[in-house]
T-cell receptor, first 115, second 111 residues
Framework: GAVVSQHPSWVICKSGTSVKIECRSL??????MFWYRQFPKQSLMLMAT?????????EQGVEKDKFLINHASLTLSTLTVTSAHPEDSSFYIC???????????FGPGTRLTVT | AQSVTQPDIHITVSEGASLELRCNYS??????LFWYVQSPGQGLQLLLK??????LVQGIKGFEAEFKRSQSSFNLRKPSVHWSDAAEYFC?????????FGAGTTVTVRA
């Protein structure tokens, strides 16, 4: 299957600071990337969908000014959590899909802790 | 609106026994159907997928799933479970643009 990486795998930041998470497709061109949030023992909640070169489409209830998504190339998307607060602490997972296939391939996730 | 139900929150199975995980969905048309597995602290790995055609699909690690349109179900099965199959399993349904995930089923394997 296709390989997706995320960096960092975990990050601790202070309240009020911003943190950037990278999602890369390593062996395919990702025309669409997705960002999910997962709370402990819960399912994945889709935050936003981004197509390369276009603005991200955010799900209802997700603050676009707080969760900035950029999909500047066919292999890289970034999620920036701005002015982070403790309630933003979560497991963030990205996925990617290429033109050649319909399924999404997931990254290993990033554990964010805001203190 | 689309929705996915995984009725079993937690299943415990003995090593070597068979496993079946249930998934029911509500969707306007025939959706794309997926099963993913997640180990603790990890991302999701695709086990198998259904888009069209043969309703019995084979996946990795010895898993299979059957799409039953009349029951709106896509149950996952494995004939003989290994200790390494202990994980969280998610059923997902969707289309080109969006996936909806079930709440997940935790599988515990006892020796």
């Amino acid at each position: 299957g296709a390989v997706v990486s995320q960096h960092p795998s975990w990050v601790i930041c202070k309240s009020g600071t911003s943190v950037k998470i990278e999602c890369r497709s390593l062996d395919f061109q990702a025309t669409t990337m997705f960002w999910y949030r997962q709370f402990p023992k819960q399912s994945l909640m889709l935050m936003a969908t981004s197509n390369e070169g276009s603005k991200a489409t955010y799900e209802q209830g997700v603050e676009k000014d707080k969760f900035l998504i950029n999909h500047a190339s066919l292999t890289l998307s970034t999620l920036t959590v701005t002015s982070a607060h403790p309630e933003d602490s979560s497991f963030y997972i990205c996925s990617a899909r290429g033109l050649e296939f319909l399924e999404q391939y997931f990254g290993p996730g990033t554990r964010l802790t805001v203190t | 609106a689309q929705s996915v139900t995984q009725p079993d929150i937690h299943i415990t199975v003995s090593e070597g026994a068979s496993l079946e995980l249930r998934c029911n969905y509500s969707y306007g048309a025939t959706p794309y159907l997926f099963w993913y597995v997640q180990s603790p602290g990890q991302g999701l790995q695709l086990l198998l997928k259904y888009f069209s055609g043969d309703t019995l699909v084979q996946g990795i690690k010895g898993f299979e799933a059957e799409f039953k349109r009349s029951q709106s179900s896509f149950n996952l099965r494995k004939p003989s479970v290994h200790w390494s199959d202990a994980a969280e399993y998610f059923c997902a349904v969707g289309n080109d643009y969006k996936l909806s995930f079930g709440a997940g089923t935790t599988v515990t394997v006892r020796a």
